[in-house]
């Protein structure tokens, strides 16, 4: 599977200590790809709280089932429900960044499967084994501690890798997911004064733009010719560079995407927020991969506490459900509302083994609250809802107790242990419970800027806070409802959220966008919904239940219907495609 280089051992140093690892003799290439088209060996899910059946050792599916004792095929079973513990998150988690922490749970892992991605199986030896020879490659080529190393994020095993090796070399490591546009990765490129570009192979293409306009010292593909490279002696892991350690990318819901740069401590905090909600490590995490970076991070939060992370390209609902049941996983990251829908919806007509799930993670876009309720009906006590910022981190948690209250699935939760959240008005001043204002954040998870825009810093960062740009006001108990973006007002001071329920909670629409046109006197408040099943829906009805619930005032001037919702590749409903498309006024094609 890879490369072992000889019956030696070399020391591998992490944030100023070293220890001693055995590296095995050499397998062939043929070995290798035969070891990675063997089927696994069969192992229970890491043991873990909350009541989950935990599938017996060398037992699969439904045997596994049978003899934990539970009956019933599909069924979710009875689980004793996921809590986040009060008061500040995990305090275990090293405050000098990743590392240290990263080096320690693969180690842990050992000859344990750390890394699955279709037929490749990684072991925690395995991955240490790349990232000694990749950083040693790099090395080899001039990367020093301090630099910038620049990576075109794939779906496979290689990227996750990747970042490991820039923080074994001590370098920033600029995450480039899928979708953001080539000027924007240069300009960060340039900022950072980039020194190597690692890019996944099935974006060569994309690498050889961004070579032409920033040239770099090293460029490497993600391949065998980077992990598998000869030994050329010892690899130092001095730790994370001071400054930035991490620079990733906004959506760009609002407009181009923002360049965003967390330091060692932020990650450290990032890990510590995700232990404190996911409950104790190690966790079977089942992700996949997006455009953006978030599902990433939650193959590194897995592998640091010494768990699997399964990576399944193929987000369809069906094949979803066949892995969880294969890999027997504990841990999905659903992603969007949308995918945690699609996955429910699929459950009703064809159910699946999900006895070893104990928590469903999703987030990332507005929920809609009847759909919300109806998935959890399926899955039970096992959904949790987070709302965050590029630039904040986490915010806040919809805990699983909280989805059987209907009035909170409006809400996206209260804020995570160690986040402050306060509702301010626009000169900046705290509001009372129940007025509408901008959600403002403090908590060591916060970005420490946007390289090269201090401007831009400056408008967002004050005092230690951050302004999210989200409008949302908070309850007596601390649970945040979310109105829309400050960018985004609809006329008269209305705000998109509250009427986007409204439509999506009759049982006729399955999702719904509110958003404003131009107008003769100014705009005019517009809206979109999708039906349910391809039904048609009652246009003129949904005007009079928006009326009924919130007041004349809200009612749409124009209300269309449509098959699907444009989306951001943030997952977003897209509300300035809608806007451009339905300019035209009613006569625009559906």
């Given at each position: 599977m890879l490369r072992r280089r000889g019956p030696r051992s070399r020391p591998v140093r992490a944030a100023g200590r070293a220890v001693r690892r055995r590296v095995r003799p050499a397998a062939s290439p043929v070995v290798r790809a035969r070891r990675a088209l063997l089927p696994?060996?069969?192992?229970?899910?890491?043991?873990?709280?909350?009541?989950?059946?935990?599938?017996?050792?060398?037992?699969?599916?439904?045997?596994?089932?049978q003899a934990a004792g539970r009956a019933g095929p599909g069924a979710v079973g009875a689980r004793a429900e996921h809590h986040v513990p009060a008061g500040a998150a995990r305090r275990d988690v090293p405050v000098n960044g990743l590392g240290p922490a990263l080096l320690d749970g693969l180690r842990a892992a050992g000859p344990r499967?750390?890394?699955?991605?279709?037929?490749?199986?990684?072991?925690?030896?395995?991955?240490?084994?790349?990232?000694?020879?990749?950083?040693?490659?790099?090395?080899?080529?001039?990367?020093?501690?301090?630099?910038?190393?620049?990576c075109l994020y794939g779906t496979g095993a290689e990227s996750p890798v990747a970042r490991i090796v820039a923080l074994a070399l001590g370098c920033r490591f600029v995450h480039v997911w899928g979708g953001v546009p080539d000027e924007v990765v240069v300009r960060a490129m340039?900022?950072?004064?980039?020194?190597?570009?690692?890019?996944?192979?099935?974006?060569?293409a994309e690498a050889e733009r961004l070579l032409a306009a920033c040239p770099v010292r090293v460029h490497e593909a993600l391949d065998d010719d980077l992990y598998?490279?000869?030994?050329?002696?010892?690899?130092?892991?001095?730790?994370?560079?001071?400054?930035?350690?991490?620079?990733?990318?906004?959506?760009?819901?609002?407009?181009?995407?923002?360049?965003?740069?967390?330091?060692?401590?932020?990650?450290?905090?990032?890990?510590?927020?995700?232990?404190?909600m996911y409950g104790p490590p190690p966790w079977r995490l089942l992700v996949t991969p997006r455009a953006r970076y978030l599902p990433d991070m939650f193959v590194i939060w897995t592998l640091a506490g010494g768990g699997t992370a399964v990576l399944e390209p193929d987000a369809r609902p069906q094949r979803l459900a066949e892995t969880i049941e294969r890999e027997a996983v504990t841990h999905l990251m659903a992603g969007r509302p949308v995918d945690l829908y699609g996955l429910a919806e699929h459950l009703e007509d064809a159910p699946a083994d999900l006895t070893t799930l104990r928590l469903?993670?999703?987030?990332?876009?507005?929920?809609?609250?009847?759909?919300?309720?109806?998935?959890?009906?399926?899955?039970?006590?096992?959904?949790?809802?987070?709302?965050?910022?590029?630039?904040?981190?986490?915010?806040?948690?919809?805990?699983?107790?909280?989805?059987?209250r209907p009035e909170l699935l409006m809400s996206v939760g209260r804020a995570v242990p160690g986040v402050e959240l306060r509702v301010r008005d626009r000169h900046g001043a705290d509001l009372p419970a129940g007025e509408a204002g901008e959600v403002w954040t403090r908590s060591p998870q916060r970005m420490s800027g946007y390289p090269g825009d201090p401007a831009r810093t400056a408008a967002a960062c004050r005092d230690g806070w951050l302004r999210t740009g989200d409008v949302g006001r908070m309850d007596g108990d601390g649970h945040l409802f979310l109105l829309d973006r400050t960018e985004d007002r609809l006329p008269g001071g209305l705000y998109a959220h509250p009427i986007e329920h409204v439509l999506t909670g009759h049982p006729a629409v399955l999702d719904a966008a509110v958003f404003a046109l131009p107008h003769a006197a100014g705009?005019?408040?517009?809206?979109?919904?999708?039906?349910?099943?391809?039904?048609?829906?009652?246009?003129?009805?949904?005007?009079?239940?928006?009326?009924?619930?919130?007041?004349?005032?809200?009612?749409?001037?124009?209300?269309?219907?449509?098959?699907?919702?444009?989306?951001?590749?943030?997952?977003?409903?897209?509300?300035?495609?809608?806007?451009?498309?339905?300019?035209?006024?009613?006569?625009?094609?559906r």
């Open positions: 696994r060996r069969p192992a229970g899910p890491p043991r873990g709280r909350g009541g989950a059946v935990r599938a017996v050792r060398g037992v699969p599916g439904a045997r596994a089932r499967e750390v890394l699955v991605c279709g037929g490749l199986r990684l072991s925690g030896d395995d991955a240490l084994d790349m990232v000694s020879a990749a950083a040693g490659r790099l090395a080899a080529g001039g990367v020093r501690r301090g630099d910038t190393i620049a340039r900022a950072l004064d980039a020194s190597a570009l690692l890019y996944a192979p099935s974006r060569r598998l490279a000869p030994a050329t002696g010892d690899v130092d892991m001095p730790g994370v560079p001071d400054g930035a350690s991490l620079v990733t990318f906004s959506s760009g819901t609002t407009g181009q995407n923002k360049i965003v740069a967390y330091g060692p401590d932020a990650e450290a905090a990032h890990l510590a927020a995700a232990q404190a469903i993670v999703y987030g990332g876009a507005a929920a809609v609250p009847a759909r919300t309720a109806r998935a959890a009906g399926r899955l039970g006590p096992l959904l949790m809802q987070n709302y965050g910022t590029s630039e904040g981190g986490f915010l806040t948690v919809l805990e699983p107790r909280d989805h059987a705009r005019a408040l517009a809206g979109v919904v999708v039906g349910r099943d391809g039904r048609p829906v009652d246009l003129d009805g949904l005007r009079e239940l928006v009326r009924g619930a919130l007041g004349a005032r809200c009612e749409p001037r124009h209300l269309w219907e449509i098959d699907e919702l444009p989306r951001t590749p943030g997952g977003k409903p897209d509300k300035a495609a809608l806007a451009t498309r339905f300019a035209a006024g009613p006569a625009a094609p």
